[in-house]
């Protein structure tokens, strides 16, 4: 089901493997996904208060499991047949499933002294040294967040660059698939 479409970007409300299964090999040149870390994060938030500003930004996603169990092997396999390269966030949590790689990309979130990760990584599958951005965790977008766990916009727009500064100058994506 197309939730939203324009000229540029399509919107599915769809499994991603069911989407990801008709999609022919190398369809998208770069995948820029957030799988479920598997980490439970929701339960962080069992009795909080509710003027918490990490309590504010689940809009209502406050309840349910799926962030308690990762993507298994089969994700990645298909993640990695349907598009050239990738970037997975959270990609610390899957390397049982990724192996190594050069490239890693980390986002320091210059997030102070609360209990959440003072930075993320981000497995890519580049032929590149690592790369790292700072960006403050709850600027940048976080404001039009739907989801708990969705990176700002910012984060999407700031990682390719990064890449791309190793590059030839026109070093271009023309299909994303964002998951």
Not at 32 to 56: C, E, R, W
Request: proline letters at 4%; aromatic letters at 12%; charged letters at 25%.
């Amino acid at each position: 089901m197309i939730l939203s479409e324009s000229p540029k970007i399509q919107a599915f409300n769809i499994d991603c493997m069911d989407f990801m299964r008709d999609k022919p090999d190398n369809y998208y040149e770069l995948a820029i996904v957030d799988p479920p870390y598997g980490i439970g994060i929701l339960s962080q938030f069992n009795g909080a208060d509710k003027t918490n500003s990490m309590f504010k930004q689940t809009k209502g996603i406050n309840h349910g499991e799926w962030d308690n169990t990762p993507p298994g092997r089969d994700y990645f396999i298909e993640l990695s047949r349907v598009s050239t390269n990738q970037i997975i966030w959270g990609g610390n949590y899957f390397l049982d499933h990724l192996g190594s790689t050069r490239c890693m990309i980390s986002w320091d979130k210059m997030n102070g002294t609360n209990n959440m990760a003072d930075f993320e990584i981000a497995w890519a599958s580049f032929d590149s040294s690592c790369r790292r951005f700072s960006m403050h965790h709850f600027s940048a977008g976080y404001d039009e967040k739907i989801h708990l766990c969705q990176k700002a916009c910012k984060t999407i727009q700031v990682a390719p660059k990064e890449l791309r500064q190793t590059k030839r100058q026109d070093f271009r994506y023309t299909r994303r698939l964002i998951l």
